[in-house]
């Protein structure tokens, strides 16, 4: 699975962004091998409208999921929208998120 976690910082270790929009930083994560690579937010500083401007550029990388602190209805329609899903209300460490998100998954998946 390929899950995209916006971020305060550039490694796994960083916090989770309160705000989708104007994350500094995506983490573009595979779950299968845990490598993950960088994506710095072009969008973070636009005068308006960067949830919906992040949504795009996240739904051209390909991501099956989406790890975020906060989300506009706007974006996260988008996103839902174009098949990702969204964890929204997540908070700490990134690393930390994406274990508890990939551990729901995976009980999702034996309960179905």
Request: hydrophobic residues 45%; without cysteine; aromatic residues 8%.
């Amino acid at each position: 699975m390929k899950i995209g976690i916006v971020a305060e910082g550039d490694d796994l270790k960083s916090f989770v962004a309160e705000d989708f929009g104007r994350a500094p930083f995506f983490l573009i994560v595979d779950s299968e091998t845990m490598d993950y690579e960088v994506v710095v937010n072009e969008f973070k500083d636009a005068a308006e409208g960067a949830g919906m401007l992040v949504a795009d550029a996240i739904i051209g990388l390909g991501l099956d999921a989406v790890i975020v602190g906060g989300i506009g209805p706007h974006g996260y329609d988008r996103l839902t929208n174009a098949g990702i899903m969204v964890s929204f209300d997540e908070d700490g460490p990134a690393e930390g998120s994406l274990a508890n998100f990939i551990r729901r998954q995976e009980r999702m998946k034996k309960t179905q």
